[in-house]
């Protein structure tokens, strides 16, 4: 049983009083949830202070990118043992919006996921389609490729540990979301690239979330698909009484 693993981007928003401010609220309006890993994905200025307040609370941190070089004359970056240091478990790589105002490639994010793994963090790998992509069929052959780009070279064992997020980009901030029964598909399909690959027990360890426009009202949807493990959740992730929503609604069902 994958436990599920919900994540909160929040790119470029939120001072760190802001960012403190939330986790005393969202801590407080997810106390006594249990059965879902809840993880905050602040802004580089705000990891520090996040941190502290998020300690022994159970909540992970997670930072939104990193650098592929340990250390080095790269103004502006930041290297993943910095991350780690800082308390990070988490490391968003690939997202889409890297990808479109970055030009981030499947062999750069490549790079990025071996060096989070040797420094000891999980990244959460970002694969999905362009609106003009799915219109013309392309959705399976964009999320292989990404897929296998972005793994290439790991061993089983290394993906078994890894989160993927399937973000299809026409979904993402727009208010569209894929149905809950279109996201099972792509995160099936995901799956199956990964059992081919890497073996049935990696497969079927890897956790892979959906994102785009994931809100309190969808989220119990989504989440009771089998291939959907969690969710990559951004506006609505802002807010805490909404992303608490997301986590109350995302648990699994007391027996």
């Known amino acids: 049983m994958r436990k599920p693993i919900i994540a909160g981007n929040w790119k470029m928003y939120k001072t760190v009083g802001e960012a403190v401010n939330f986790v ?20 580089f200025t705000a990891l520090a202070a996040v941190a502290q307040r998020l300690a022994g609370s159970g909540i992970e941190l997670g930072a939104q990118n990193m650098h592929w070089q340990p250390e080095g004359a ?50 959460i790998v970002c694969v999905g389609e362009r609106l003009e992509e799915r219109e013309s069929g392309q959705t399976e052959a964009v999320v292989r490729r990404q897929v296998e780009g972005a793994l290439a070279g790991l061993a089983s064992r290394q993906v078994a540990g890894l989160v993927v997020a399937y973000e299809p980009v026409w979904a993402i901030g727009t208010g569209r979301t894929a149905s809950a ?18 073996g049935d027990d990696a497969a079927d360890a890897v956790r892979i979330q959906y994102g785009g426009s994931v809100k309190p009202g969808n989220a119990a949807g989504l989440m009771a698909q089998p291939d959907i493990d969690g969710a990559l959740v951004g506006g609505a992730s802002l807010d805490a009484a909404s992303f608490a929503e997301i986590v109350k609604n995302s648990a699994p069902a007391e027996e």
């Open 181 to 198: 029964e279109d996201a099972q598909q792509v995160n099936a399909f995901i799956r199956s690239i990964l059992r081919r690959l890497f």
């Open 24 to 43: 005393a609220a969202f801590k407080e309006k997810t106390a006594g949830v249990s059965g879902v890993e809840m993880v905050l994905c602040p802004p």
């Open 74 to 123: 790269y103004t502006g970056e930041i290297a993943p043992g910095m991350l780690r240091e800082i308390g990070c478990k988490y490391v968003i790589l690939g997202h889409s919006e890297r990808r479109q105002y970055f030009g981030e490639t499947d062999e750069l994010v490549n790079k990025k996921v071996k060096a989070a793994l040797e420094h000891g963090l999980t990244p």
